[in-house]
C-alpha cells in the first residue's frame, strides 16, 4: 500500500523536469537577447513582473489556510507562542550577524574609492528615495482595513495577523471547529493546484525578467562595478556556507549541500525572477512535505520574509560603505555601527521582492545620513544583478531557520527529514501537498495533530 502511494505520483512529476530545464534554457536566451538586443530586452520586463505577480497572487491565501490549519488543530496556544518567540530571537540575532559579516568585509575590500559622482548619478540617486516609514507606521500598518483588505493588498504580515486570529478562534471552539478546518484544508488544496499550474508560465517569465535586468544594466556597468559585486556575492557565500551550514549541521545535523538540493528548484526560480517571494508558496509547501510541522512552517516562513533578511542586511552594509567612500566621505566605524543599526530596524517589512532592498536603503540613508543619497545613483545598474544574490541569501536563511526552529522546538519528524533528502518520499509536483485527503489516513482530531506535531 505504502509501496503504491509513494510511486502513484512519480509519472506525474516527470513532466516538471522539463519545465525546468526550460527554465534555464530561458535563462541563458534572456541574457542573450538582453547582450545582443538591449533596447528590445528592457521592452521584456512586463512579461517577468506578470508572472512575479502571478506567484504573489497566491501567497496571501496559502500563508492563511497553511497557519489557520497548523495552529486550528493545535489545542496549546503557548505551543504557537514559543514557535513565534524563538523564531523572532533567532532572526534578530542572525540579522546582527549579517550586518557584522558585511561590516568586515566592506571595510576589507573599500570597493568605492576613485568612483565620480555626476550630476546625472545624483539626480538617479534622489529619485529612488522613499519616504521610511515610522516604527509607529510600521505597527500599525500590519493591522488591516478589513479581514478581506488582508488578502488584496499584498502585504505578508496583515495576512499572517489575520491567519493567527482566524487559528486561535478555531482553537477556542474545539470540536465544532472541525468542519471549518476540513473546508480550509480543501480550499489549501486548490490554490496550491491553481499555483502548480501558474508555475508552467515560469520560462516565459524568467526570459522577460532576465533579458530586461541584462539589457538595461549592460556590460560597462558590470566591469565598473565588479569589485562591489564579487565583493557581496562573495559575502553571501560565506554567509550561507559558513554560518548557516555550521548551524544547520551543529543544531539539526543536516548536510547544508543536501538540504539545498531538495530546494534546487525553488532556488532556480529566484535565480531567474530575482525574487524571493517567488518561492515562497513552494518554501512553505516543501517544508511542510519534509518533515516540519505546520505551525512551525506557518509562522516562521512568513514572519521570516519580513524579520529575517539576511541577505538584505549585507546588502545594506556593503552598499553603505561603498556610496560613502565613492562620495569621498568614508565614515569611521563609530559612524557605520549607528547607520547600520538604523537601516536594520528600517528594513524590517520589506518584502522579498526586486528592488525593495535599493528603495529601503535609500529611504533609510535619506533619514538617517542624506549627504550620502546622491550616491544611490551609482548602484542602480547592477541593483537587479544584487537582487538575485540577496533574494537567494534571503530564501537560504528561511529555509535553514525552519529547520532549526523546528528541531529547537521539537516540532520535526526527523526520520521523515532524511527520507525525503535521501529521495525516498519524493514531493508531489503536480498537487504541492502529500496526497491524504481530508479526514482520510490520518487522524484530524485536535488530539491526533497534537501527537503528530509531538513526534520528534
Known sequence: MTSTAATKPAGKRDRTHYLYIAVIISVVLGITVGLVTPDFAVQLKPIGTGFVNLIKMMISPIIFCTIVLGIGSVRKAAKVGAVGGIALAYFTVMSLVALGIGLVVGNIIDPGTGLAVTDSVKETGQAQVTEAKSTEEFLLGIIP????????????????????????????????????????????????????????????????????????????ALKSLAVLMLGFYTTCFLFVFIVLAALLRVVSGLNIFTFFKYLGREFLLILSTSSSESALPRLIAKMEHMGV??????????????????????????????????????????????????LLVASKGAAGVTGAGLATLAGGLSSHKPALVDGIGLIVGIDRFMSEARALTNFAGNAVATVLIGTWTKE????????VLAGRLPF?????????????????????????????
Do not use: C
Open 293 to 342: 510541522s505546520k505551525p512551525v512552517v506557518g509562522i516562521t516562513v512568513p514572519t521570516g520574509y519580513s524579520f529575517n533578511l539576511d541577505g538584505t542586511m549585507i546588502y545594506m552594509t556593503m552598499a553603505s560603505l561603498f556610496i560613502a567612500d565613492a562620495m569621498g566621505t568614508p565614515m569611521s566605524i563609530g559612524e557605520q555601527i549607528p547607520l547600520l543599526l538604523f
Open 145 to 220: 482595513t478589513t479581514i478581506v483588505s488582508a488578502f488584496t493588498g499584498g502585504e505578508v504580515l496583515q495576512t499572517l495577523l489575520i491567519a493567527l486570529l482566524a487559528g486561535f478562534a478555531l482553537q477556542a471552539m474545539g470540536d465544532a471547529g472541525q468542519p471549518i478546518l476540513r473546508g480550509v484544508e480543501h480550499i489549501q488544496r486548490l490554490v496550491f493546484r491553481i499555483l502548480a499550474m501558474v508555475m508552467w508560465a515560469a520560462p516565459i517569465g524568467a526570459f522577460g525578467a532576465i533579458a530586461a535586468v541584462t539589457g538595461s544594466a549592460g556590460l560597462d
Open 428 to 456: 508531489d509536483e503536480k498537487t504541492l501537498l502529500d496526497d491524504a485527503p481530508a479526514g482520510e489516513g490520518a487522524d484530524s482530531s485536535p488530539e491526533g495533530s497534537e501527537k503528530e506535531l509531538a513526534k520528534a
Open 412 to 419: 520535526i519528524d526527523r526520520g521523515r527529514v532524511d527520507q
